[in-house]
């Protein structure tokens, strides 16, 4: 989420390029995360030579090379690649700029790791247009981005995010962004390693992805340095299918801005017959539409057969069981409707979760977590495709996320996430804690009998404490004495006036 002095700047190119024409939201937010895009390549790489440069060794850029690069195969009309460089045009006047960035570094930012082969980046990179219209825009444009830090990981969804709610399409169709923490939180709790194979089937703007692709390159650095580790992570690791062309643009751009080249990201309803990979992902992290339905004749079959419903948050549970291979985990974000809800689909779903998979978690979450987008309360599930069954699960009933839970989303000192973490990776000291704490086990025979219900407060107990009252005529008493106070105060003021 973005704030503050953040906030303004991005409101600031917003209104610019709008009163310079661009009447589309969509498009205007398109153009902002071009231009970001730009910026974030050469930031990156000036790191890279910052880092090559300490060591003492030289660097040689894969994106800005040497020599020029020429919009056409005769070379007719080229440039110095350096002359690419955000920290170099930004400083040209106006119209050599607009010039420039519309004839050449436009142009090439779409080439970026394509080099003729048919990568997620080049195919929805095909179709992009540079529509900013004038000189004074794109001057305006480039000096407010450039006054930004883009140092955080995924600066491109978080923007995105904010722009989605200025034209008041997020959560629209239950599409909005997880929050940064929120994702941190979900990775470090299944622990992404670098054999996985790891899908988001709701990928939007891929923060799900870059989370594990950070924790990967963190926790398994030296790893990375394998050849064929590397090749993996690389191609093979990621995979990520959205129906909006413009989620999975970004989606690209963010994991080629991550250092993965060539992950598998589609167009692609997910729920569909055109969604074929079954029984094959080992990790498996979402946040899937929480509402809206789909056409029936459109569902694949095999999902409708764990629960027949037309609803997208029962469908992509369903979905999340067909995909994982045996032993591969998920951890999901669903709204409490999913919980408790007594409809059959609801029940069937909830049964499958607990009697073919093992349901490792259900943590639940407060209702602010998603403003100020949405208000409705989730929960995330932990579960491992194991046909064995549940046996217990570990319930923790979450407070506090670090914000405040109302539109504005300041941040607080409370903050459960941290012992969420602590717990779950100690579940053994777990098993004694009482039904009035913060978390604890339930067994699977209860929830059984419960009709699946996985709601904490079905199983949560409340502790009464007992208040001791005086006797009623002691405060009948106590309220004559108030009385006859008031009656002198207001007889004394009587006299004053």
């Known amino acids: 989420m973005i704030t503050g002095e953040l906030k303004n700047k991005i409101d600031k190119i917003w209104d610019t390029i709008w009163t310079g024409g661009i009447s589309s939201p969509t498009s205007v937010i398109e153009q902002i995360t071009y231009l970001m895009f730009m910026k974030l390549l050469d930031d990156n790489e000036i790191k890279k030579e910052g880092n090559a440069s300490a060591l003492g ?22 440039i110095p690649y350096d002359e690419l460089r955000w920290h170099n045009f930004k400083n040209y006047e106006p119209t050599l700029m607009f010039e420039t960035v519309r004839t050449y570094v436009f142009p090439f930012i779409k080439t970026v790791n394509g080099e003729g082969k048919d990568t997620a980046f080049s195919r929805f990179m095909t179709d992009a ?25 995924d600066i491109m969804g978080d923007i995105y995010e904010y722009c989605l709610g200025k034209m008041s399409a997020a959560g629209k169709l239950g599409q909005f962004r997880s929050p ?12 992404p390693t670098i054999k996985d194979t790891i899908l988001d089937p709701a990928m939007g703007t891929a923060g799900f992805l870059l989370g594990c692709a950070k924790y990967i390159s963190t926790h398994y650095e030296k790893e990375l340095f394998n050849k064929e580790n590397r ?61 809206g ?42 709204p409490d409707g999913v919980l408790f809800g007594s409809s059959k689909a609801h029940q069937s779903i909830r049964k499958e979760l607990i009697e073919n998979n093992r349901l490792q978690a259900v943590i639940s979450m407060p209702s602010g977590v998603f403003k100020p987008y949405a208000g409705v309360s989730t929960a995330v599930l932990v579960f491992t495709k194991d046909p064995s069954g549940t046996d217990d699960v570990w319930f923790y009933d979450m407070k506090a996320d670090g914000f405040s839970l109302d539109d504005k989303r300041s941040e607080v000192a409370e903050n459960d996430i ?50 001791e009252y005086p006797p009623t005529s002691e405060i009948m008493a106590k309220l004559r004495e108030l009385e006859k106070e008031i009656s002198s105060s207001m007889d004394e003021l009587e006299k004053m006036l």
Do not use: W
Request: charge should be negative; aromatic fraction near 8%.
């Open 57 to 78: 060794i030289q660097y040689k850029s894969k994106i800005f090379k040497e020599g020029n690069f020429a919009i056409d195969d005769e070379g007719n009309m080229s």
């Open 129 to 153: 247009v540079f529509l900013i219209p004038t000189a004074k825009v794109l001057a305006v444009c480039v000096d407010t981005l450039s006054e930004i830090d883009m140092s955080n990981k």
């Open 180 to 191: 940064r923490h929120i994702v941190d939180m979900m990775v470090q709790l299944v622990k």
């Open 231 to 291: 090749k993996h992570y690389n191609s093979t690791m990621f995979s990520g299918f959205d129906t909006d062309p413009s989620m999975l643009r970004i989606g690209a751009m963010n994991m080629l801005l991550h250092s993965v080249e060539e992950p598998t990201i589609a167009r692609q309803d997910s729920l569909s017959d055109d969604n074929e990979v079954r029984d094959y992902y080992s990790l498996i992290l979402a946040n899937p539409p929480f509402k």
């Open 293 to 334: 339905s789909v056409f029936e004749e459109d569902i694949s079959k095999d999902i409708l057969a764990i629960s027949k419903t037309k609803k997208t948050e029962l469908l992509f549970l369903a979905l999340f069981i067909k995909s994982l291979k045996i032993g591969g985990r998920c951890a999901c974000i669903v």
């Open 418 to 467: 941290p012992d969420i973490i602590e717990r779950y990776n100690n579940l053994e000291s777990e098993k004694d804690r009482k039904r009035t704490e913060q978390s604890f086990f339930v067994p699977k025979q209860e929830i059984v009998d419960n009709d699946y219900d996985l709601s904490i407060n079905k199983y949560k107990k409340v502790e009464y404490v007992p208040v």
